[in-house]
């Protein structure tokens, strides 16, 4: 993991083992801020939907229980978005590096669009 000071915060950069580790475990809430179109197209299983496009940072809730870690296509709107909560006055928060296209190259397993009938099918 890689940290950075942020104002009065720290901005956390998780590797997709890192996440794919603590989501198995049950130790973070994965937050996909990508359109829904990209969601619905794919997404990590159980992860949940927050698009860019509505986020408000003020509406989240602490982090006591899982730590919150958010992730988009490349990592670019995912850290945008960690970086609103940390001006917002969370103390720590974190995306993953690479978004979900590193998740894929990976290999790690998620859903995705059956394109001969566009049902959603596991992937990988």
């Known amino acids: 993991m890689k940290t950075e000071q942020v104002g009065e915060?720290?901005?956390?950069?998780w590797t997709v083992d890192e996440v794919a580790e603590a989501f198995d475990r049950n130790e973070i809430v994965l937050i996909d801020v990508r359109t829904p179109q990209e969601f619905m197209f794919e997404h990590v299983d159980g992860a949940m939907l927050m698009p860019?496009?509505?986020?408000?940072?003020?509406?989240?809730?602490?982090?006591?229980?899982?730590?919150i870690v958010f992730h988009c296509g490349s990592g670019m709107r995912s850290d945008?978005?960690?970086?609103?909560c940390l001006?917002?006055?969370?103390?720590?928060?974190?995306h993953m590096g690479g978004g979900f296209g590193?998740?894929?190259?990976?290999?790690?397993?998620?859903?995705?669009t059956n394109m001969a009938t566009g049902a959603p099918q596991r992937s990988a």
């Open 9 to 13: 915060g720290v901005l956390e950069t």
């Open 52 to 67: 860019l496009a509505f986020f408000k940072a003020e509406k989240l809730p602490g982090q006591s229980d899982k730590r």
């Open 80 to 84: 945008r978005v960690a970086r609103e």
């Open 87 to 94: 001006s917002a006055g969370m103390e720590r928060i974190a």
């Open 102 to 112: 590193a998740w894929k190259s990976s290999g790690r397993p998620y859903i995705g």
